[in-house]
């Protein structure tokens, strides 16, 4: 069940979204309440499960990390243990930062990172077509990140918890 989130909780979600290393003083000034309260607010939504994990997003060109490329996987043959098999492995590969389950031709799209082609290369050989699964693959090496967001938008929310775009019935 989505937990109901005020005015006050939305504020505070985009707050840490936008900089989670803020103090708990910082983050209640720029919700409009003061510490003790922000702070309960803060463990109720990470008690309900709305917030996951507060991290630091380092930058991928710092750490040496130059390549970037989007893998589309076509498993076959297309059964349940290869589908299993796939999303298992993958869970243990690092270069392997995003894998989402799509439609259409492909069955997933990976987003990988490496410090240069010569290690992307390594991985396609020697990481992701070993899983004997793979049937098909396809490579878009990306040239320019243009927009990167690691949280998740909350235009659509308003204070009585429904969507923008829902009928008010």
């Not at 707050?15 to 309440?33: F, H, N, P």
């Amino acid at each position: 069940m989505t937990m109901k989130l005020d005015d006050i909780d939305i504020r505070i979600l985009e707050t840490l979204q936008d900089d989670a290393g803020l103090s708990v003083a910082e983050i209640a000034e720029k919700a409009g309440l003061t510490a003790s309260p922000c702070w309960r607010r803060i463990r109720n939504l990470e008690t309900a499960g709305v917030i996951r994990k507060r991290m630091a997003i380092l930058e991928d060109l710092e750490v040496g990390l130059n390549f970037q490329a989007v893998v589309l996987v076509k498993i076959t043959p297309p059964s349940r243990e290869n589908h299993a098999l796939f999303m298992e492995k993958v869970q243990a590969i690092p270069e392997i930062v995003e894998a989402l389950t799509i439609s259409g031709e492909y069955d997933y799209l990976l987003r990988v990172m490496t410090p240069d082609m010569t290690a992307y290369n390594n991985f396609i050989g020697n990481r992701l077509l070993p899983m004997g699964v793979i049937g098909a693959n396809s490579t878009a090496v990306i040239l320019k990140n243009v927009k990167m967001f690691n949280g998740v938008p909350l235009d659509h929310l308003t204070s009585d918890g429904k969507r923008n775009d829902e009928p008010d019935f």
